[in-house]
């Protein structure tokens, strides 16, 4: 590990709380010229994930920051491209989609998806600074799935000659019923998205839709391939941003780095060393968080599992004293909170739980946990906006963790809705 100078600020516990909180969109007024876009470009990267219950976990994250964005307008901002003026070279003869007219203005996407924290929607213009793990894929001795002969070149050939396609139109994702046991194609195609031959800027439904990167991507971009070095100062230094301030651990998370990866460039990447009450350990700060204190209105809100503020459980107890943990993937009877439960933010804390579903035009609680008598007006506001946002016009609480907040929850309820 480096040494870590000394360091530029001292920072109390609440002072790093709401830094963190106001870098990740949830204190202060929304941007709302900006939008969901804005929202991506501020976090950096927004988590994808199978899992849909109010909505999916790439809705839930603007949502959280810009209040009921139409559901639509997010997948819009994500995926919809517009014309940019005249069409640059496709580089090689041939690349050209026989179903594109010629001369028809080239579109300029949003965003790209790729591996960063996770499967992550990631926004176009950081394409140059993930070439540091395009090459690493390439160099991998091994993979879980085996590539047959001459199905990645088949792949290529295909989506060179019929423009964009999903996995399906490439020959089907799957050989069996089994959600693992990928087909051929399938295999190729993500060999192809790894190496940054293929990449996927657009959705249709929850399929991907994969495209040559050498028509997809802009060609200011696709051609600027940096360094390692200069990759990984870019991501660490978004990453900071993107947090306020994080130990070397919380910024190593936030794009999968490792520890010895962020320690080669952090003294480069614009962050600066900071000391933060009871954190115990090193950490640096944007120096843009630390220009102003950070005022405004926090948002009330429920949080997908998923959603970046919470992504780090040791960061999460840290600065809330929350553990948050997903127990989709936990059997039903060692689960705790539920199947998808979602932290509730008020105030600039964690005050609760809920594990929502949908039952025709009804938000189900199926369970609430909350801190304590306090956090019912704002778990009621939670449920409420989040049933509005998602056209359900009444919400039922099946169960209240502590008994004797289910009638004071039922009445917040109810003297809203009437």
Avoid at 54 to 78: D, F, M, Q
Avoid at 86 to 95: K, Q, Y
Avoid at 147 to 162: A, F, H, I, S
């Amino acid at each position: 590990m480096t040494t870590v100078p000394r360091p530029a600020f001292d920072l109390s516990a609440d002072e790093a709380r709401r830094i963190a909180l106001r870098a990740q969109g949830l204190l202060g007024a929304p941007d709302r010229r900006s939008g969901v876009r804005g929202v991506l470009r501020r976090l950096g990267a927004v988590q994808l994930d199978t899992i849909s219950v109010l909505a999916r976990s790439h809705e839930l994250i603007p949502y959280a920051r810009l209040g009921a964005t139409g559901r639509k307008t997010v997948e819009n901002a994500y995926w919809k491209t517009k014309s940019v003026g005249t069409p640059p070279a496709h580089g090689s003869a041939g690349t050209t989609p026989a179903h594109e007219s010629a001369g028809a203005p080239p579109a300029r996407p949003n965003a790209f998806e790729y591996w960063s924290h996770a499967a992550c929607i990631l926004p176009i213009e950081e394409w140059p600074h993930f070439a540091f793990r395009r090459r690493a894929y390439r160099n991998r001795p091994h993979w879980n799935h085996e590539l047959p002969d001459g199905v990645y070149d088949q792949v290529v050939k295909q989506l060179t000659t019929e423009g964009p396609l999903t996995a399906t139109e490439l020959g089907g994702a799957k050989r069996t019923s089994e959600w693992w046991d990928w087909s051929g194609a399938k295999v190729a195609v993500e060999r192809a998205l790894m190496y940054g031959e293929v990449v996927c800027v657009e959705r249709r439904g929850w399929k991907r839709v994969y495209d040559l990167a050498e028509r997809a991507v802009p060609a200011d971009l696709l051609h600027d391939e940096l360094d390692d070095t200069e990759c990984l100062r870019r991501l660490v230094g978004l990453a900071g941003k993107s947090l306020g301030v994080g130990t070397r651990a919380d910024i190593a998370d936030y794009h999968r780095l490792k520890g010895e990866q962020v320690d080669a460039v952090i003294a480069e990447s614009g962050l600066v060393p900071v000391t933060v009450e009871g954190w115990g350990k090193p950490a640096w700060a944007d120096p843009a968080a630390l220009a102003a204190p950070p005022r405004g209105r926090h948002r009330t809100t429920l949080l997908s599992p998923f959603d970046s503020l919470i992504w780090e459980r040791a960061r999460t107890e840290r600065i809330f004293g929350f553990s948050h943990r997903l127990e989709a993937y936990v059997p039903r009877p060692k689960r705790v909170y539920g199947y998808f439960a979602m932290p509730v933010l008020a105030g600039g804390r964690l005050v609760g739980r809920v594990d929502p579903a949908r039952e025709g035009r009804t938000l189900v609680a199926k369970q609430v946990t909350l801190e304590d008598a306090r956090s019912v007006p704002a778990v009621a506001q939670a449920l409420l906006e989040a049933a509005s946002w998602v056209d359900c016009t009444d919400v039922r609480v099946e169960r209240v963790e502590a008994p004797e907040l289910r009638e004071p929850l039922a009445r917040e309820l109810a003297r809203a809705l009437a």
